[in-house]
């Protein structure tokens, strides 16, 4: 994912751009073709990805791979059945209230609320429209306290534009994001949150 990612996204992106020459889309190809037979080893029976490919699978970890795989397949044949089969595994984790356990996210994610954005928002990427992603939409609408910092609010908010882009909860998200930018004074921004993002 290191390098098959960046190469998907210059490659979309070079292409969009009309920059893209002939010699350098074959190589990128190259590359992207391998690193999608070598992802698809780290696809743990049963559905899912883990770093090492063993059991069991990581939530957060699979999220990531519906979100470059869906990429990928911009550029990339992508197997239809990989993106559903996980798909299905990440829904096969979910709690009853529509969200996913912390501890299937990353470490410094010390609720639910986080891995329950960034997966909602893989879903969404991916196309989904699913009860599921209607349920774990639902969770992050009725915990918003729980979104404190600018790096929850960002997931989450990317979860709502991303099914909807008039979605109103995610514009307000994006709204309170945009009201904590800090400005420089020379034109960069940035935002400070507490916590790791």
Same mark, same amino acid.
């Given at each position: 994912?290191?390098?098959?990612?960046?190469?998907?996204?210059?490659?979309?992106?070079? $292409?969009?751009?009309?920059?893209?020459?002939?010699?350098?889309?074959?190589?990128?190809? $190259?590359?992207?073709?391998?690193?999608?037979?070598?992802?698809?080893?780290?696809?743990?029976?049963?559905?899912?990805?883990?770093?090492?490919?063993?059991?069991?699978?990581?939530?957060?970890?699979?999220?990531?791979?519906?979100?470059?795989?869906?990429?990928?397949?911009?550029?990339?044949?992508?197997?239809?059945?990989?993106?559903?089969?996980?798909?299905? =595994?990440?829904?096969?984790?979910?709690?009853?209230?529509?969200? =996913?356990?912390?501890?299937?996210?990353?470490?410094?994610?010390?609720?639910?609320?986080?891995?329950?954005?960034?997966?909602? =928002?893989?879903?969404?990427?991916?196309?989904?429209?699913?009860?599921?992603?209607?349920?774990?939409?639902?969770?992050?609408?009725?915990?918003?306290?729980?979104?404190?910092?600018?790096?929850?609010?960002?997931?989450?908010?990317?979860?709502?534009?991303?099914?909807?882009?008039?979605?109103?909860?995610?514009?307000?998200?994006?709204?309170?994001?945009?009201?904590?930018?800090?400005?420089?004074?020379?034109?960069?921004?940035?935002?400070?949150?507490?916590?790791?993002?």
């Amino acid at each position: 994912s290191s390098t098959t990612y960046p190469n998907v996204l210059v490659l979309d992106y070079m $292409k969009r751009m009309g920059r893209l020459t002939p010699e350098i889309e074959v190589r990128a190809r $190259k590359f992207i073709n391998a690193g999608y037979q070598r992802l698809l080893t780290f696809e743990v029976p049963g559905g899912g990805f883990e770093w090492f490919g063993h059991s069991p699978a990581h939530v957060g970890l699979t999220a990531y791979g519906v979100l470059e795989f869906t990429d990928m397949n911009h550029v990339h044949p992508v197997d239809p059945n990989l993106i559903d089969r996980t798909r299905k =595994w990440l829904f096969s984790m979910q709690n009853g209230d529509g969200s =996913w356990n912390q501890a299937d996210g990353l470490h410094s994610w010390s609720s639910r609320t986080p891995v329950t954005a960034y997966v909602a =928002w893989a879903l969404a990427e991916s196309g989904d429209s699913s009860p599921n992603l209607d349920k774990a939409l639902h969770y992050l609408r009725s915990h918003p306290e729980e979104l404190s910092t600018a790096y929850q609010k960002a997931l989450a908010a990317n979860a709502f534009l991303a099914r909807d882009r008039n979605d109103s909860f995610g514009r307000e998200l994006a709204n309170q994001i945009k009201e904590t930018i800090v400005a420089d004074g020379q034109g960069a921004i940035h935002w400070t949150s507490v916590g790791q993002s």
